[in-house]
């Protein structure tokens, strides 16, 4: 028996309340929030999905969970695109959000034991990306190599700078990092993401590929990877649609047959091959 | 929380959209207790230079307006376009099809050198000055306003729709103009207005002005199908087109 | 389950009775030379002889705009529900087919409580289609007739009505039926002439294969330029959604009352067809073009809802979209016709 409707089923719009417990910006349009839910349960998200946040009167938006389901409490990045993300840059500890879900498919954490893993991210695909990379670190000995691929498009936008100085210190990882615009400041490499797919040195044709970047990235990075003869089925790709409801009714996500609220956002590269509209 | 400093001002209009604030009623003592009306002509002889929110109704039809207009603007946190003379120019902007002697001669006869008569080809607001907000309409939509107000209020960037008319004309059951062989410009026009006017029986008259990107070449091949001639969708479009956004 | 008849003034009296009881009644009513459903106030305002009403039932299975939650601006949200019992009468079997679709795909997958809630209490009263309207098709998609869906099923024949109760819902509502009689064998028989004539007569647009075919059809015809060549010519007015009985797409928005504290969560109709429906925040559109909106559409209906649906195909041939589009573009005959002509284009 549900306490909101009545009868035994639960009202899958009602958000649950989440609190803020510790914020800050990432840079100029990132902001980065720790939130809990205020009913003490974990959310029990894998890898992979998103939740929608709202600020009542204000709307709801998909954002995709960018911690670890192993640490406590969840971590999203919201960019700064509009009222509601505004209005949750403003947002300060102790204050609210409303949560639904976690929904949607997710990476691949059981399949992936003992491969080796590629992390393709271009801008703010760090984010969903970091979820995976992290669970993977905090079960490192299950895994294989791990190559975390990130590519920015200038020096002032980089994500999670400190977290990537820990990556790149550490002995059981490859981080390499490009920016597509060279910086007074920035030694490292230049030129888009698809430039350091040549540089990986784990055997791309047996390892996972796991892609996360803005619209335009997607038919770059995936053409290069094929070319470096990565199969198709090894590819994992977390897409962005409108995702409005979450829950597979309203129509505004999907790609051709598929919703990605419901089937995405995470998906198998080859089960995309007869859905053009993907990519 | 200070409320919001809002004055209203006006330019070449008839200040109908004014009137459809004023009768929203009820909910004008709620708009009232929201925010502090420094200045409205049309409601109250106070007047003030200090405000956060212009509401502009009218368009621009002289040299002396540009410069009150930016005036308005440089003092205004927001600018608010009101009505199709302020959005697009309005039915105003029909003098911009003739020359301006010919349209001053024939409208002030032989006092048309007049200095105080002196006017110009119409713009609309935002051919002057940036403008934040439009509320859309001839006259506007007092709930549509209301609305906007609303979200304004609470930070939030108002629900102004992106498609035709079509779309609330279809939800209130109107049979299509185009059945009765008459050129609505439903298809085309932004929606918003609730399709107050083919649900009293007229076509569109298009005072909302032209969605981001109307199909004119559909419009153009369309008027065929229906035995009529392009000439019979133009001159239904001069009213508030003229000079304004897609040409057929 | 029996079968009842009902002479015309008898019927008369059972709706008047129905509403007498304070029952809310949704029926079909003459809105100038068309037809809507629309509160029943009186048993002589039913038109139960209308060719097709100008919106679907839909609008009152999933309402035009539909609260899900009350809130407190930046606050907490509860539940609200806009489930009122009604009874629809005068349902055609096509827009039958097409609630009985939209409650499979509101209850697969993650169950939707408001939809659900509300259909529950809605008692369907169909009725076989007395008159074709100029744009019908629905014996091509062999929805011309329903013999499952409903708790009551009326058919006219001539000087009576007989009355099918299927449910216990349409039982119940039989108890306001006074002076019924069973019908007799010879009743059945003109009913079953009826129907039998419907299931052909209702095709003014013909479709050149059975409708199971469709989604096989749509495997090969995603590259054809009729795409193209039709969307040339489309408004992205939304029309053929808004009058299409089978879409269900919806946006979701947040309405603030004027005290800028409180506020409600609502639904509203949206559409596929419509400019920004696959736009995010930042402004990037995935289905920008025209032609890409346009077969989307046609895709949904022969195929994407089917896949969800065991097969069912989700155009019901009602032909609102063929009256409703200005451009004469959203029949979607013409355009599956074409395809199975030219199946080898694509």
Known sequence: ?????????????????????????????????????????????????????????????????????????????????????????????????????????????????????????????????????????????????????????????????????????????????????????????????????????????????????????????????SEAEAPAKNIYVNLERRMKCGVGKCGHCQINNLYVCQDGPVFRWSDLTAVPEAI | MTKPRVAIFDFACCEGCQLQIVNLEEEILDLIGTVDVVEWREAMSEQSHDYDIAIIEGSITRLEDEKRIEIIRSRAKILIALGACATIGGVNKLKNNFSITDVKSCVYGKHADMPHLDTYYTKAIDEIVPVDFKVHGCPINGREFAAIVRALLLGKKPFVPDYPVCVECKALENVCRWEYNEPCLGPIIRAGCEAKCPSAGYRCFGCRGYVDHPNVDAAREVIDKYGLSLDDLRTRMVLFGSKQGPTL | MSVSKLNKQQFGQFVDAILAAGRKVVGVVAKNDRFVFNTLKSAKDLRLDYDVTILSPRKYVLPQVEPLLTFEVGGDAKSVKQNEPMILLGIHPYDLIAINQMDELFSEGEYDTHYMDRRKNITLVACDVAKASKNVFASSMETAVADKGYDILITDIGDAYLLDAATEKGQALMAYAKGAAAATAEDLKKRNAIQEANKTGLNKHKLNCKPSYLPKLMETAYNHPVWEEKARLCYSCGSCNQVCPTCYCFDVQDRVNWDLKTGTRVRCWDGCLLENFATVAGNHNFRKDRSARFRHRLYRKAKYVPEKIGGQIACVGCGRCVTACTADIANPVTVYNRLMEERTIG
């Open chain 1, 1 to 225: 028996m549900c306490e909101c409707c009545g009868n035994g089923q639960k009202d899958i719009y009602l958000p649950q309340m989440a609190t803020i417990t510790k914020h800050r910006m990432l840079n100029g349009t990132e902001f980065y929030m720790h939130l809990e839910l205020d009913s003490g349960k974990e959310l029990g998200h894998t890898p992979g999905q998103f939740v929608e946040v709202s600020i009542a009167g204000l709307g709801e938006a998909p954002i995709s969970i960018s911690s670890s389901p192993t640490q406590k409490g969840f971590e999203l990045v919201v960019r700064n695109v509009g009222s509601l993300t505004k209005a949750i840059h403003k947002l300060t500890a102790g204050q609210k959000v409303g949560i639904r879900g976690p929904f949607g498919s997710v990476y691949p954490v059981e399949l992936a034991k003992g491969r080796d893993l590629v992390f393709i991210c271009g801008g703010i695909g760090l984010v969903p990306q970091r979820s995976f990379i992290r669970y993977v670190l905090d079960n490192r000995k299950d895994y294989g190599k791990v190559t975390v691929l990130v590519g920015t498009k200038c020096y002032d936008m980089r994500l999670f700078r400190e977290e990537l100085a820990m990556w790149q210190e550490r002995k059981d990882m490859t981080l390499m990092e490009t920016v597509d615009e060279s910086h007074d400041c920035w030694d490292g490499n230049v030129g888009v993401v698809t430039t350091l797919i040549p540089k990986i040195e784990s055997d791309l044709p047996k390892s996972l590929v796991l892609v996360c970047g803005p619209p335009v990235m997607y038919k770059f990075v995936l053409m290069a990877l």
